[in-house]
């Protein structure tokens, strides 16, 4: 199971199949690559045909069964071909591979990538971290059934958050998440209360100096803003985290591309 979003802009792949078909035919030729890596793993003679059983969910809350290949997946994602070259260059890729605006986080999610996240928020005694845990008191970050359900059903390899300096992984889980597609200015303030933005070389704290120059001047968004990469380090290479980071690159990425992120929970 994983979990989804795309920075969704007006451009020629959307135009050409429609974005709800982008979204499921993008789904297609990533779930091709993961059987062909499966069956490499597995030392199948023939990987385009190894066969797998792909689980599906109904909206009755039954689960449907089918069987496939990277072979049937690669023929449903066909129509991409014509217009995966688009997205050279898009100010919303943020892989800079083909369809880069939309992006997934696996689960079951590690305990690490929850330390990871809880360890975000910056100190108490910054102007971030108390934006952050004022927002998270005013909003009930935190108390979010669809978290409560991921971890009893396993989605979230830990048994409980993670806390630290008295904010928990679910708060920052549930803001990232769990609030619904984002508007350009909501990822503008989640970022600015995860401390992930500075301004010319300044603190995080800077930053927020910065966002008050632009409610007066509009036009210079992302004049001066950057976004943080000096993240809290893994104690051992993580693909949760890095799937994490991706998100938060595709946050500052919809704010300057004056775009939403869209969210689409069952991946």
């Given at each position: 199971?994983?979990?989804?979003?795309e920075?969704?802009?007006?451009c020629?792949?959307?135009?050409?199949?429609g974005?709800?078909?982008?979204y499921?035919?993008?789904?297609?030729?990533?779930?091709?690559?993961a059987?062909?890596?499966?069956?490499?793993?597995a030392?199948?003679?023939d990987?385009?045909?190894?066969?797998?059983?792909?689980?599906?969910?109904?909206?009755?809350?039954?689960?449907?069964?089918?069987?496939?290949?990277a072979?049937?997946?690669?023929?449903?994602a066909?129509?991409?071909?014509?217009?995966?070259?688009?997205?050279?260059?898009c100010?919303?890729?943020?892989?800079g591979?083909?369809?880069?605006?939309?992006?997934?986080?696996?689960?079951?999610?590690?305990?690490?990538?929850?330390?990871?996240?809880?360890?975000?928020?910056?100190?108490?005694?910054?102007?971030?971290?108390?934006l952050?845990?004022?927002?998270?008191?005013?909003?009930?970050?935190?108390?979010?059934?669809?978290?409560?359900?991921?971890?009893?059903?396993?989605?979230?390899?830990?048994?409980?958050?993670?806390?630290?300096?008295?904010?928990?992984?679910?708060?920052?889980?549930?803001?990232?998440?769990m609030?619904?597609?984002?508007?350009?200015?909501?990822?503008?303030?989640?970022?600015l209360?995860l401390?992930?933005?500075?301004?010319?070389?300044?603190?995080?704290?800077?930053?927020?100096?910065?966002?008050?120059?632009?409610?007066?001047?509009?036009?210079?968004?992302?004049?001066?803003?950057?976004?943080?990469?000096?993240?809290?380090?893994?104690?051992?290479?993580?693909?949760?985290?890095?799937?994490?980071?991706?998100?938060?690159?595709g946050?500052?990425?919809?704010?300057?591309?004056?775009?939403?992120?869209?969210?689409?929970p069952?991946?």
């Amino acid at each position: 199971m994983s979990f989804g979003l795309e920075i969704k802009l007006d451009c020629k792949p959307r135009q050409a199949v429609g974005t709800e078909e982008l979204y499921r035919l993008v789904g297609y030729r990533r779930l091709a690559v993961a059987i062909r890596t499966r069956a490499s793993a597995a030392g199948a003679d023939d990987p385009a045909h190894f066969e797998v059983t792909h689980r599906v969910e109904t909206a009755a809350g039954g689960v449907v069964e089918e069987q496939l290949t990277a072979a049937k997946l690669d023929d449903c994602a066909e129509p991409l071909r014509v217009c995966e070259g688009s997205c050279s260059g898009c100010s919303a890729n943020v892989t800079g591979t083909p369809f880069g605006c939309i992006l997934s986080l696996s689960l079951p999610l590690s305990k690490a990538a929850e330390e990871w996240l809880a360890k975000l928020v910056p100190a108490q005694d910054t102007l971030c971290g108390q934006l952050f845990r004022r927002s998270a008191e005013l909003m009930k970050y935190g108390d979010c059934d669809t978290l409560k359900e991921w971890r009893q059903a396993g989605f979230l390899a830990s048994a409980a958050p993670v806390e630290h300096e008295g904010v928990t992984s679910d708060m920052v889980l549930h803001a990232l998440l769990m609030s619904g597609d984002l508007p350009p200015h909501q990822s503008l303030a989640l970022l600015l209360a995860l401390g992930r933005l500075t301004s010319e070389g300044g603190t995080a704290d800077d930053a927020l100096r910065v966002v008050e120059r632009l409610q007066t001047n509009p036009q210079s968004k992302d004049e001066g803003l950057s976004l943080t990469m000096e993240l809290p380090v893994a104690s051992a290479p993580d693909p949760c985290i890095e799937e994490l980071r991706a998100i938060l690159a595709g946050l500052f990425r919809a704010f300057t591309a004056d775009a939403v992120v869209c969210m689409h929970p069952q991946g």
